[in-house]
C-alpha cells in the first residue's frame, strides 16, 4: 500500500486510536517534503492550525527515485523505528519522537522538526556551531557505550544482533563506500583531471589492506547500536539543538563507522571553505569538540573505557578517510563539494580531500589523538 498526499489523510483517520495527535474529523493537508533518494516524507498539517503538524515516511519496496526496478528491502523502516526507539530511551532530546510505526505498510509517523534546517547546509553557508557537534558527540558516546556488548550479558547482545540484523543495507554501504569506488564501476564519476590521482590510489598497496582491513571491520564486528548513515545530511539542526533523522542504515556494528562519517563530513566541509580561514579553524575545533564530548559520555568501567575507546579512535580516523573518498569517486558525491563552481577550484579542492582521506586511512594507527589529525590538515 504505497500513500500519496490523496490517501495520507485517510490513513491517519483510520489509525487515529493508535497514533492519537489530529482528530477524527481534523481538515488535514499533506505536502511532500522528502528530499531524498530513498523514501517518501511527508508534512501533514491541521488545515485550521498549521502550526499542527507532524511527519509520514514511507519505504517504498525500491529505491524511490529510481523507481520500480530498482527493488530495496522496506524493512529498511523496521531498523529505524527499532533504532529511534533506542534512541528515545538513551538520548530523547537528540532525536524525533516516533508516534507510530506501521510494520506492515513500512510508515513511521514521527515529530515535525518545525524550523530545522540540515546541518550540512548549515556548514555550506559557513555557520558553524560548537554546540551542535558536542551534541552528536554526545548522542553517539551514550547510545554506544550503553549497548556496547562488552558490557552486556550474551542474552542482551543476540537480541541487540537480531533486532539490528539489517544486512540488506549494511552489504549496499560495503559496496558504496569500501569496494566500488576502487575498482571500476559503473556507477563511479568524478571530476576530469583527477584519473591520476584515482589510479594512484587504486594500485598503492598500504593503502588497498587497510581498505580491506576497514571492509571486514565494517562487515564482521558486532559492538555496538550504529546509525550507519550519520552524515551532515542525517542531522537537522535549530540554533543549539540537533536532531538525529534518517537511521534506515542501523545495524549492530563498528560504533566508530559513525563518529568516521561524522568527522568526515566536517572535513570535507572544510576543505570546501578553502578561502575561509574562519570557518576552518570553527570546522577543526568542531572536530576536536565531537571526540571530547563522545569520550566524556562514553560509561564505561575506567580500565574498559580506555581500551575501547582506543580502538573507537583509529577505527573511526580509518572510516572517516574512507567516506572522504567516495564521496568524491564514487556514486554518491556531496553539495559542500559539487556546489563548486570553479572546476580549477573544484579539481584542487578535490585532490587535496583525496590525499587526506588517503592518508588517514594508511596512518590510523600512528595518529594518536584527535588534535593529531586536525594538525594534519
Ligand atoms: N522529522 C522530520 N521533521 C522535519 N523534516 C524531516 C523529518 N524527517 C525528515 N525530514 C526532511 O525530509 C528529508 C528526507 O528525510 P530522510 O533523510 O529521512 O529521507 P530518506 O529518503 O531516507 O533520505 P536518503 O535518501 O538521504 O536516505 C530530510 O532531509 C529532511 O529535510
Ligand atoms: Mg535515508
Keep these: 500500500m504505497e500513500l500519496n498526499r490523496e490517501t495520507i489523510p485517510q490513513y491517519l483517520r483510520e489509525h487515529q486510536p493508535e497514533i492519537g495527535f489530529f482528530d477524527k474529523d481534523t481538515e ?5 517534503i522528502g528530499d531524498g533518494n530513498l523514501n517518501f516524507v511527508y508534512r501533514v498539517y491541521d488545515a485550521a492550525q498549521p502550526d499542527r503538524s507532524l511527519v509520514l515516511k514511507q ?3 525500491y529505491i524511490k527515485i529510481l523507481g520500480p526496478d530498482y527493488p530495496l528491502p522496506p524493512e529498511r523502516l523496521t531498523f529505524e ?3 529511534l526507539d533506542i534512541y528515545n530511551q538513551l538520548a530523547s532530546e537528540t532525536v524525533p519522537t516516533q508516534y507510530y510505526f506501521d510494520s506492515d505498510a513500512a510508515i513511521i509517523v514521527m515529530e515535525d522538526l518545525k524550523g530545522y534546517c540540515l546541518l550540512r547546509d548549515e556548514l555550506i553557508a559557513g555557520l558553524v556551531n560548537q554546540t551542535i557537534p558536542e551534541q552528536i558527540g554526545r548522542f553517539m558516546g551514550r547510545v554506544h557505550s550503553q549497548t556496547y556488548a562488552y558490557i552486556l550479558d550474551n542474552s542482551a547482545v543476540d537480541k ?7 544486512t540488506a543495507m549494511q552489504s549496499i554501504t560495503a559496496d558504496y563506500v569500501f569496494t566500488f569506488p576502487f575498482m571500476e564501476h ?3 564519476f568524478y571530476t576530469d583531471g583527477l584519473e591520476t590521482k584515482v589510479d594512484q590510489l587504486k594500485s598503492d598497496e598500504s593503502f588497498r589492506q587497510q581498505a580491506d582491513m576497514l571492509k571486514s571491520i565494517f562487515l564482521g564486528v558486532q559492538r555496538g ?3 550507519g548513515d550519520l552524515h551532515t545530511g542525517s542531522i537537522m539542526v535549530n540554533g543549539e539543538n540537533a536532531k538525529v533523522i534518517d537511521s534506515e542504515f542501523a545495524f549492530y556494528g563498528p560504533v566508530a563507522f559513525d563518529v568516521g562519517l561524522f568527522w568526515a563530513n566536517y572535513l570535507l566541509s572544510y576543505f570546501s571553505h ?3 580561514s574562519d570557518v576552518q579553524l570553527k570546522l577543526k575545533t568542531a572536530i576536536i569538540k565531537t571526540w571530547e564530548a563522545y569520550t566524556e559520555a562514553f560509561e564505561m568501567d575506567p580500565s574498559l573505557k580506555f581500551r575501547i575507546l582506543h580502538d573507537v579512535f583509529h577505527e573511526s580516523i580509518g572510516f572517516a578517510g574512507m567516506e572522504m573518498l567516495r564521496r568524491i569517486i564514487g556514486a554518491a558525491h556531496v553539495k559542500d563539494i559539487e556546489n563548486i563552481e570553479n572546476v580549477q577550484r573544484k579539481l584542487r579542492v578535490e585532490i587535496a580531500i583525496l590525499e587526506f582521506g588517503q592518508t588517514l586511512v594508511k596512518d590510523r594507527n600512528i595518529i594518536f589523538n584527535v588534535g593529531e589529525m586536525v594538525e594534519l590538515l
Design 186 to 188: 559503473e556507477t563511479n
Design 59 to 61: 519505504a517504498p519496496p
Design 28 to 32: 488535514l493537508h499533506v505536502e511532500e
Design 81 to 83: 523505528s527499532r533504532s
Design 160 to 166: 541487540y544482533r537480531q533486532d539490528f540484523a539489517n
Design 274 to 276: 578553502t578561502d575561509n
Design 225 to 227: 547500536v550504529t546509525h
